[in-house]
């Protein structure tokens, strides 16, 4: 995941690609705020919503 626009491995799409093309075909939502607390440091919390962000996610 440290370059999502590297090929994915099943088919001609990048990573970031294949992602947004399964947000795209699911019924995906939180069914909680997701706060930094769930996360063990930040950097994760960070990665998290910076992925979140790019695939278009609410998580507020």
Do not use: W
């Not at 626009?5 to 947004?20: K, L």
């Not at 930094?36 to 609410?58: H, M, N, P, V």
């Amino acid at each position: 995941m440290r370059n999502p626009d590297a090929p994915y491995q099943f088919g001609e799409m990048t990573i970031r690609q294949a992602a947004m093309k399964a947000m795209r075909e699911v019924d995906f939502h939180f069914t909680a705020p997701v706060t930094r607390e769930d996360f063990i440091t930040q950097r994760q919390y960070q990665s998290f919503r910076k992925r979140a962000e790019c695939l278009g996610l609410k998580v507020e």
